[in-house]
């Protein structure tokens, strides 16, 4: 810790720094103590430390990080959801103002104003042919990396994550807790864990009927 506040120090007499760390709460405790370390050894320096994390009702509780963002030391800031209005910005940008709000709309509902998402779904759009762009043109898009960053949250769960999701998956919008359950092959305990494991990972909503926190996620 010593040696990386000296190095931080070295590199901050050169320029202003900023220190950037996404993803907090998948963080090992060696991190984050070094994160609840440099807190006081760096109020004299031009430095910036960046720390993102999933909001507390979503991510997973880690009472290190809590420590962190909770000193009166740290400023947070909480991010909403991209705007019906942003969103149609944004896809004006990426796909001119031809695409229309009709697919704006259908953009922002299926990403529910998730920045990656969006992104990801555009550069989809993108390499459409321009004829076929329209909210129809979105009924079958499950982006690559929108898939790949799913299925590393599902990967984490283990068999009973991924068994429940399926059954939501397949049981379609608002399915009942017990009848998933059972589809999956749970007994109500596991079922319970799992759930709660899906909900924390952002891939199911937290709360019945039983559904998934965007359209993309479930396609």
């Given at each position: 810790?010593?040696?990386l506040v ?7 007499e050169?320029?202003p ?11 090992d ?5 070094l ?12 430095v ?12 997973i ?9 909770a000193d ?9 959801p991209?705007?019906?209005a942003?969103?149609a ?8 103002t ?10 922002a509902?299926?990403t529910?104003?998730?920045p ?13 042919p321009?004829?076929s ?14 898939s790949?960053?799913v299925f ?7 068999p ?5 999701a399926?059954?939501v998956a ?5 399915a009942a ?6 589809l ?9 864990r ?6 924390i990972a952002?891939i199911l909503?937290?709360?019945?009927p039983?559904g ?5 996620v479930?396609?």
């Open positions: 810790s010593h040696a000296w190095a931080i120090a070295n590199l901050a050169e320029a720094l900023a220190l950037c760390v996404d993803d907090a709460h998948w963080a405790d060696v991190s984050l103590r994160l609840t370390y440099l807190l006081g050894r760096l109020r004299r320096l031009p910036a430390v960046l720390v993102a994390r999933r909001p507390r009702g979503a991510g509780r880690r009472p290190l990080l809590e420590a962190i963002f009166p030391r740290v400023e947070c800031l909480a991010l909403e991209l705007s019906t942003a969103v910005a944004i896809v004006d940008d990426q796909l001119g031809g695409a229309g709000p009709e697919l704006a709309a259908a953009c509902s299926m529910a104003g998730n990656f998402y969006l992104h990801e779904l555009l550069l989809e759009l993108g390499s459409l321009g004829g762009l329209g909210p129809r043109s979105l009924d079958q898009i499950a982006p690559e990396s929108v790949r960053a590393v949250r599902l990967a984490r769960l283990g009973e994550g991924t068994a429940l399926r059954s397949i049981l379609g919008e608002g807790f017990a009848h998933a359950a059972e999956a092959g749970l007994e109500e305990a596991s079922a319970i799992a759930f709660d494991a899906l909900a952002e909503r937290g709360a019945e039983l998934f926190v965007h359209p993309l479930a396609q």
